[in-house]
């Protein structure tokens, strides 16, 4: 939560960050625990995220 509430990195940062491979996965887990999405979590607190990076696409690593 800390980390989202920062708003500097985006969801899939984050996820690679705290151990998720994918993001998918971080944002299901998120909301087993939390009732709501990274993104829903970070909209209700009036923090706007950065955008998913082209990059990671571009390299494959955005991708399963």
Partial sequence: RDMILKGD???DEISLEIGHRWAQDFTE???RHLGCTPTEFAEKA?????K???LLYKEGK???
Avoid: A, D, E, Q
């Fill in 9 to 11: 990195k985006t969801i």
């Fill in 29 to 31: 887990v998120f909301r």
């Fill in 46 to 50: 009036g923090v706007t995220l950065p």
């Fill in 52 to 54: 998913r990076s082209k």
């Fill in 62 to 64: 955005g991708n399963r």
